[in-house]
């Protein structure tokens, strides 16, 4: 049996081999694990992830544990205990937006549910421990007010506009700047316009993630986005039948052709949950989106079926209280979990890529 010294040594250096999640760099140089102790084999740590990471913290806490209980036949057992890792998030160039992930939620058409998804899975990234912003760039047809039940104007305060909080979460919209029922009709220079200042000039704050509600189709708005800063990927939200996987297929080569990567599909509307019985009705069929999503070879992060409560509580305004319910809730988290998986796994690459020799 190792004595514990040699334990110790040889678990430090074990650190190269597992990576943060966030940075995608080996803990041994991140400095997130600390207050080891080895006591009769018995190993215990601190591993102290980012809120960025805190989604899959206690998963990936999991990893570790067994990640350090097979590192040496000695070792009787692991406790990890986790802790936070506060890091400064830099500006992202000329914006000055101070935000790691910057995510589109796009859709190929109309009426898939694209902006309920994307006010739930920023609302769940943030109840899982993130801080998070939501942008509703759909100019058009803004909704994301009427979800969350969010009203009033944005005030300038210290050369910024103040953005609508919804709780905790800082929300900006067009539709709090529009009058009710008001058309936006605008060109691409005066589209441009308003997304660089909601981007520039919003007070957003410090961010793990800011959730952008796209207008669906492919129109200016993506090639906007691209433009004017490194957007961290795409979501793509279809419905299950042929025609919508068509559509989908459109805005997947439109963000392909502006090179964003492209995070995940979600399937929406994936069956209808029944109140009455608690049976799954697959109305719309099913499948189809994970199907799409092995055939283009990117990840699948999970479908959401049709719940009436769901449904009704958003119509009302009160999407954030109805995500209180945990079957409402239960498959937005997988799907915020899956996409936190999919960004660690593109650090992680990008990570192995930077640390190539340069020949």
């Not at 700047?177 to 000039?201: C, N, T, Y």
């Not at 209280?321 to 796994?345: C, G, T, W, Y």
Request: glycine share 10%; proline share 6%.
């Amino acid at each position: 049996m190792q004595d514990a010294a040699s334990l110790d040594s040889l678990l430090k250096a074990s650190l190269e081999n597992f990576k943060d999640p966030d940075s995608g760099r080996p803990l041994s140089k991140t400095g997130q694990v600390s207050d080891w102790s080895i006591t009769d084999g018995h190993v215990a740590c601190k591993l102290s992830l980012t809120s960025h990471s805190k989604p899959i913290a206690q998963e990936t806490a999991d990893a570790f544990r067994d990640f350090l209980q097979a590192q040496s036949e000695s070792i009787r057992g692991v406790t990890v205990t986790l802790g936070t890792q506060h890091r400064p998030t830099p500006a992202i160039g000329q914006i000055g937006l101070k935000a790691k992930s910057v995510i589109a939620v796009g859709a190929g058409k109309g009426g898939v549910g694209k902006s309920t998804l994307a006010a739930s899975l920023a609302i769940t990234l943030e109840k899982l421990g993130s801080r998070v912003g939501l942008m509703d760039a759909d100019v058009y047809g803004p909704s994301v007010p009427h979800l969350l039940g969010l009203s009033g104007r944005p005030e300038i305060v210290d050369g910024k506009i103040k953005p609508i909080m919804s709780e905790t979460m800082p929300v900006m919209s067009m539709g709090f700047l529009l009058e009710k029922d008001q058309a936006v009709v605008w060109r691409g220079p005066m589209l441009h316009g308003s997304i660089q200042q909601f981007l520039r000039d919003t007070a957003w704050g410090e961010l793990d993630y800011l959730i952008i509600d796209m207008p669906p189709g492919t129109g200016d708005v993506a090639l906007t986005l691209s433009q004017m800063l490194p957007l961290a990927g795409a979501v793509i939200v279809c419905t299950p039948q042929e025609v919508a996987l068509l559509d989908a297929g459109k805005a997947i080569a439109m963000f392909e052709k502006t090179k964003v990567p492209l995070l995940g599909i979600v399937e929406n509307m994936s069956g209808f949950l029944c109140p009455d019985n608690g049976k799954t009705y697959d109305i719309f069929g099913r499948g189809g989106a994970r199907d799409k999503a092995d055939s283009i070879g990117v990840p699948f992060l999970g479908d959401v079926p049709i719940y009436m409560q769901l449904r009704s509580e958003s119509d009302e305004g009160r999407l954030r209280e109805a995500l209180n319910d945990p079957v409402a809730s239960k498959p937005f988290e997988h799907i915020a979990r899956a996409l936190v998986r999919s960004l660690a796994d593109r650090a992680s690459q990008q990570s192995q890529i930077a640390a190539l020799p340069v020949l």
